[in-house]
Structures are given as C-alpha cells and as structure tokens.
C-alpha cells in the first residue's frame, strides 16, 4: 500500500515528504501542493511545497556529495544501481497503485512501468561499466607534421548536478531514465517530479534511498513550478538539464545557463498508410498507436495520412477496433481511462468542437464525462483545422485523406514538431525513401510509433527536442570528454 510499509517514513499525516540529505523531510514553507485524482476530480494526495531556500541547501548539498560520488569505483555504482533496481520490482505494487490514482494509468500498464524501470536501471548500470570503463589512447604522428612525441588518454568525466524533469505520463520510467545515466556517470542527482506523478517518484526515489546511495547525491524536490521551476532550472548550481514534456522546455532551453540540455517536447507523430499497405496491419497499429493510455503519450500516433483509394476501407477496420476498446476506471484495466486534468480535457474538447464546425466527419459521437473522454476518429480532416496540426494528448485521432505520397511528406514536415512518424507498405525501398523524407527524429516501418526499447536512441528534432536519449546516449550526454597528453622528450615508436 502506498505510503505504508517500507514507504511510511516517506508520509507525514496527509502529506508526502520531499528528500534531501538521504532524509525525508517537511518543508519549512508549512504549505503543501494538491494532487487530483483525475477519476474522481477529487483530492487525492498531498505533497510538501517546498521553498527557493530549500532548492538552495539541496544545490549544496547534491554539488558535495557528487565530489564524493565521482570517486565511487564503477562496480560499487553499478553494485547499488542493480540494488535499487530489484527493491524497485520487489514494491512494484503500492508505487503502481500511486500511477493509478495520481494520473489514472491502467493497473496493469502501471506495474509494466514500474518493472520497465527496474529492467532500464539495470541495464544502464551493465551499460555505463562497459562505456564509462574505457578510454582512448591518441599518438601524434598520425596527423600531418608531427612525430610521435605526445600520447593523448581521453576519458569521460561527470558533469556534475543534474536536474530531472520527467513528465506526468511516465512519471517513473522517465524519471530513472535520467537518474540511472546520471549517477552511473558519477554525477549527483535533483529531480523535481511533476505534479502530477509526485508521489510515484517519491516513492521510486523511496527505493534508491533503501539501496543505500550515499546522503545528499540524490534529491526530490516538490513543489508548484511557479514558485520552484524557474528557480530550479536557472539555478547556477545546475551542470545539466534533463527535461522531458511540453511547451516549457522551450523556455528553459531559453533561460538556461550554457549546460548541455536533454529535451524531449512532445510530437504530432503521423501514420502514413500507402496504397499497398496491409490494411489489417495498419488498423491495428493506429488503435494502438492513437488510443492506448488514452492517447496521452508523445509517441502515439497523432494524425493518419491515407492515400484516398484505401481511405474507406482503412476507416472501417479502424472504427471495428474502436467499437471494441473499453471505457472507464483505470482499476479496472481499462483501454480508455480518464485523461490527467480537467484543463487537458477542455483542451481537447476545443480540438473536437473546432473540427465539428469545419466540417469534419465523426466517426463516433463525442462523449465526455468529466475527465473521461471516449475514443473518437475523425475522418476528412482537412488542414485548417487545429487537430490537424495540435497536440491533443487525448483520445483523439485525426484522418486526413491524399492524393499522393508527397503529399503525406509535406504535410508531416510542414509541422513545427519532429518526433517520430510511421509508414505502413509493402514496399521496402518506398518505406526507405519515405524515411529519408520525413523530418522527425525516428520512422517505424509498419509499426506505429514508440519510445523503446529503452536502449534504442529517442530524440526529435525541430520543436520535438534537443540531444538523443537511450540509455547509451543518455550516459554519453552526462559525461564530458577529458584529455590528458603526455609530452615526450624525443619521438618514439614501438619496436622502432
């Protein structure tokens, strides 16, 4: 059960406790910050509200503990990474209960994140030994002029604090893909949990406190951003941003000191369904891809660009497999639970209202119950509505209709976001050309949209983000390069 057991020190009466210093702790502010069960719009948990003051002493304290981290063997690392990793699997229950009531996520899509996460922590300590155990060794006389009087040993070197901001819709799984990186790669870490997904991280940063990471290395601190984000992501204390969610990260990649950012910023993913394509296929994919946790996921698939003469039929097979998915609580597994905020739903809701009046055709009426809204596919959406260019983070999916695959192409490039996209043919060599063609950071062939496995590369790229995530590159991007050169008195070469 959350907030008992191993996890009750974490709770203080209603309110959770925010970490610092490998303690659990109230804030001095004496305020707390509302989490709303998106089911039952109600109050569900609180967390501690913490003070510009407190991010100051947690900057401290993470800046020391790190000096001290960096001189961690790699094998001890790993050694308490592969801890937290199985005390994270071991208390996958009450940590999925938290997911289902803080951002409605199916109970068995939960406990998959949670051991996902597990699995992710687990490699990236497997990973970073392999990466971070070795270097490379430079001679002087393989460039032009130069005889063989300097040895150059290149390493990677830690950063120092980084700064995670995960985002609502995995809160864990994105949160311990930045802090394995990180602290695999001697650097401390502060996260700062969104609101909505808090008291999951806090329960995950739960387990690395039992693994028995050192005091102060890793900090949670919660808060409004109001109050806190600006503070945390300008704070001269940060060496690095890892951010993943929306519009926000825009800003900080703006206000941001010169560290390097890692920023994933959502996408308007499209599904271009050629002529030849197997229908079957891309009808189930597009469900999937378009509906599964509600469509609240930067990968899913955003809008379905159909060449004309396969429209219909992709249509029907689509509408069969909307009819079958399962509307309701989030307990009680359902495919279409409700989406995380009141504010997202009326967001959507503008979507749906401004294709109603240009003329769209609704496949399913629009029904909504508070913050459950039914799955609903629009057909001829044409290019002056919102929803063909608007991130609904919904149930919501769009059909646009062309005549050519230029066509597609135009209009997925012609979009401010680059994430991923998909195409579904039979014919490898235009699945290739596509590809090339498409301005996002990742193309599925005949496979809708995803991040993962969480090793393969994940980035985007125009408004979609900066920098690559998986695991490897996540280690690579939290890490500098440093180059010792050894000066001889005279050239050598060996056996000369």
């Known amino acids: 059960m959350a907030g008992a057991g191993a996890f009750a020190e974490i709770l203080d009466g209603e309110a959770y406790k925010y970490y610092s210093d490998g303690e659990w702790k109230k804030s001095a502010s004496g305020k707390t910050v509302n989490i709303v069960n998106p089911s039952t719009r109600k109050t569900h948990y609180k967390v501690q509200a913490c003070t510009q003051e407190e991010v100051n002493k947690v900057m401290e304290i993470a800046k020391s503990a ?36 803080e951002i409605a996520k199916p109970a068995k899509d939960s406990v998959t994140e949670v051991v996902r996460s597990g699995d992710l922590i687990s490699y990236c300590a497997e ?93 949670c601190v919660t808060g409004k951003g109001s109050e806190i984000g600006d503070f945390l992501t ?44 197997d229908l079957d296929l891309a009808a189930a994919n597009i469900v999937k891809g378009g509906f599964s946790y509600s469509g609240q996921r930067c990968t899913a698939v955003k809008v379905v660009l159909v060449m004309d003469s396969v429209a219909d039929s992709l249509v029907q097979k689509v509408n069969a497999k909307v009819a079958k998915l399962t509307v309701g609580p989030p307990e009680e597994n359902c495919d279409i639970t409700p989406v995380v905020s009141e504010s ?85 060599n235009k699945a290739m050309l596509i590809s090339d063609a498409m301005e996002t950071g990742s193309v599925q062939i005949n496979s809708a949209p995803a991040r993962g496995p969480d090793h393969f590369p994940f980035q985007g790229l125009k408004d979609s983000g900066i920098g690559s995530q998986g695991v490897t590159n996540s280690i690579n991007m939290m890490t500098k390069v440093k180059s010792t050169v050894i000066n001889l008195p005279g050239p050598s070469y060996t056996m000369g």
């Open 344 to 428: 997202s739903s009326n967001f959507i809701e503008g979507l749906v209202m401004d294709a109603k009046e240009k003329g769209a055709t609704f496949c399913q009426p629009y029904k909504r119950e508070g913050n459950l809204i039914w799955p609903l596919l629009l057909d001829n959406v044409r290019p002056d509505m919102r929803i063909a260019w608007e991130e609904p983070f919904g149930p919501i999916l769009p059909v646009i209709r062309i005549n050519s695959v230029e066509e597609g192409i135009n209009h997925c490039n012609a979009s401010n976001f680059g994430l991923q996209g998909c195409v579904f043919t039979r014919d490898i």
């Open 66 to 101: 790190q000096k001290a981290w960096a001189k961690t063997p790699l094998w001890k690392r790993a050694e308490l990474l592969h801890k937290a990793a199985a005390l994270l699997k071991e208390h996958k229950s009450p940590i999925a209960e938290c997911l289902v009531k």
């Open 234 to 277: 300008m704070h001269p204390g940060v060496n690095c941003i890892s951010f993943t969610g929306g519009d926000t990260g825009i800003a900080i990649s703006k206000k941001a000191g010169m560290i390097p950012l890692q920023m994933e910023l959502g996408g308007k993913d499209a599904c271009i369904v050629l002529e030849d394509a």
């Open 127 to 219: 990973e970073g030994v392999r990466i971070l155990g070795q270097g490379t060794f430079l001679v002087s006389d393989s460039f032009p002029g130069n005889e063989r009087t300097k040895y150059c040993l290149t390493s990677k070197i830690p950063l120092g604090v980084v700064l995670a901001i995960p985002p609502f819709n995995y809160p864990v799984n994105l949160a311990v893909s930045k802090i394995a990186p990180a602290l695999i790669a001697g650097n401390s870490l502060v996260l700062k949990p969104p609101t909505q997904g808090a008291v999951s991280c806090l329960h995950m940063v739960h387990c690395f406190h039992l693994a028995g990471f050192p005091k102060g290395l890793i900090s």
